[in-house]
């Protein structure tokens, strides 16, 4: 059985096959893929259980099969979806002396490149959601700062935590709330936010008055200013 048979089965509803279609451009020339179910649900528009629901068709007609990969402390870090059959049944090399090792290095950065861009999307989404923002996931600049946090060992849950305290601290924060963007919260600064106790947003803000005449200060330093000057770490 190749994937196109897949398409051909009346037993597999239409949701199930637009999932399988999507595993199959994330599977790279592999026969594995992780988009995030998250990442799944927002470009098709459905639901989780909606989502939850259809894959167990695929599932259980042994087309796709799934594992879960836990981190050091137990958790679920992602699932990686095998594609039965494998996609590789139907596709010939265009190298004669392609090998296997090649093939599944290509398939492993393939999907590292896949699954950085699935939680970019995530984390920019979320933050959209949160903040009532319209900030795009492909700019330059927001990719590479989540890159190098995601580099640097944060998670996606680090990020969803960072966006959670800052929102609710700056939300309505006169001289704060412009700075609820990419550029200010996943920035060097993103490892104290992390870390920072979260605030009610009770408190009467110090600076609701602070005023940029006459200091000669650049938007950044100013930002720097303000955010030393409400104690937020560095």
Known sequence: MTYKDVYLMDNLTIESKAIYGMLCSYAGTGATAYPGVEFICNKLHISHARFYK???????????????VRNSNGLIERTIYTLT????????PLLDNLTKDNLQLDNLTGN????????IYIIVDYLNEKAETHF??????????????????FTVEDFKTVIDKKVEEWKNDVQMSKYIRPETLFGTKFEGYLNAKSCTGTTRN?????????TGQ????LENLLLDNKNVPR
């Open 85 to 92: 059959p494998n996609l590789q049944n139907d596709k010939t």
């Open 206 to 214: 110090r600076f609701i008055n602070f005023q940029q005449r006459e």
């Open 112 to 119: 590292n490149n896949n699954d950085n861009k699935n939680n």
């Open 136 to 153: 795009k996931s492909n700019t330059a600049k927001t990719k590479s700062l989540i890159n190098a946090r995601l580099k640097e060992g």
């Open 218 to 221: 650049t938007e950044d330093k």
């Open 54 to 68: 259809h894959m167990n068709l695929l599932i259980g007609a042994g087309i796709i099969e799934k594992q879960a």
